[in-house]
T-cell receptor, first 113, second 112 residues
Framework: DQQVKQNSPSLSVQEGRISILNCDYT??????FLWYKKYPAEGPTFLIS?????DKNEDGRFTVFLNKSAKHLSLHIVPSQPGDSAVYFC????????????FGQGTTLQVKP | KAGVTQTPRYLIKTRGQQVTLSCSPI?????VSWYQQTPGQGLQFLFE???????NKGNFPGRFSGRQFSNSRSEMNVSTLELGDSALYLC???????????FGSGTRLTVV
C-alpha cells in the first residue's frame, strides 16, 4: 500500500523553463510534506516543506503547492537550471508519527541546456 | 555547523554475517531516523530513536535493530545478513518536533 505516489518516473525540461513535479498521497493523517533532491550514492538534500495549514510555500526558485482536498502536492522550479538535474522525492509525515517520513518513488528531472 | 555523519561509507559483508552502522546527528538534534533505499522499494523507514528510546518502527524483520546513546549518536545493526539487505542505508536527524529532517550521505552495504 503506497501512501505517497509520484506517478511520473521522469521529466525533461529546457533550461529556463518551469519544472513541475507532482505527488499524490492517500493518508489523510499526513500534515507535513517535504521535497528532497537526491544524487546517486548520496543522502537526500532538503529543498522545501509545507504544513497542512498552508496551501503554498516559496523559497527562491522553489514553490510547493498543497491541495488538501485532492491530496495532491506539486513542486515548481522556476527557472530550471541544468544543476537541478537529479531525482526528486516527496515525503509526508503525520504529527502522530513524528520522525517517520513516507517517501514517494521519486521523479528523475533532467534539465537540458 | 557539522552535518549528519554516517560511517562507514561503504561496506561489503558475506551472507549470514552481521553488521553495525553508525550515525552521528547534528549537534542538538535528539531524533535519529533510519531508512533503507533499494532500487525496487525506494526509501523505506526502518525506525526512529528519540532520547535513547525507539519511538517509531517500520515494517522490517527483527534482524534489523538499533539503539541510541546519551549523546544522540545512533547505531543500526543487521544480523544474519541476506543478499536482499544490499542497499543504501540513510539516517536523518532532527530536533524531534516533526520538522527539519537532515540526512547523512549514507552507508552503501553490499552483501555477497
Amino acid at each position: 500500500d503506497q501512501q505517497v505516489k509520484q506517478n511520473s518516473p521522469s521529466l525533461s525540461v529546457q533550461e529556463g523553463r518551469i519544472s513541475i513535479l507532482n505527488c499524490d498521497y492517500t493518508n489523510s493523517m499526513f500534515d507535513y510534506f517535504l521535497w528532497y533532491k537526491k544524487y546517486p550514492a548520496e543522502g537526500p538534500t532538503f529543498l522545501i516543506s509545507i504544513s497542512s495549514i498552508k496551501d503554498k510555500n516559496e523559497d527562491g526558485r522553489f514553490t510547493v503547492f498543497l491541495n488538501k482536498s485532492a491530496k495532491h502536492l506539486s513542486l515548481h522550479i522556476v527557472p530550471s537550471q541544468p544543476g537541478d538535474s537529479a531525482v526528486y522525492f516527496c515525503a509526508a509525515s503525520a504529527s502522530g508519527n513524528t520522525g517517520k517520513l513516507i517517501f514517494g518513488q521519486g521523479t528523475t528531472l533532467q534539465v537540458k541546456p | 555547523k557539522a552535518g549528519v555523519t554516517q560511517t562507514p561509507r561503504y561496506l561489503i559483508k558475506t551472507r549470514g554475517q552481521q553488521v553495525t552502522l553508525s550515525c552521528s546527528p547534528i549537534s542538538g538534534h535528539r531524533s535519529v531516523s533510519w531508512y533503507q533505499q533499494t532500487p525496487g522499494q525506494g526509501l523505506q523507514f526502518l525506525f526512529e530513536y528519540f532520547s535513547e528510546t525507539q519511538r517509531n518502527k517500520g515494517n522490517f524483520p527483527g534482524r534489523f535493530s538499533g539503539r541510541q546513546f546519551s549523546n544522540s549518536r545512533s547505531e543500526m545493526n543487521v544480523s544474519t545478513l541476506e543478499l536482499g539487505d544490499s542497499a543504501l542505508y540513510l539516517c536523518a536527524s532532527s530536533l524531534g518536533s516533526g520538522e527539519g529532517y537532515t540526512f547523512g550521505s549514507g552507508t552503501r552495504l553490499t552483501v555477497v
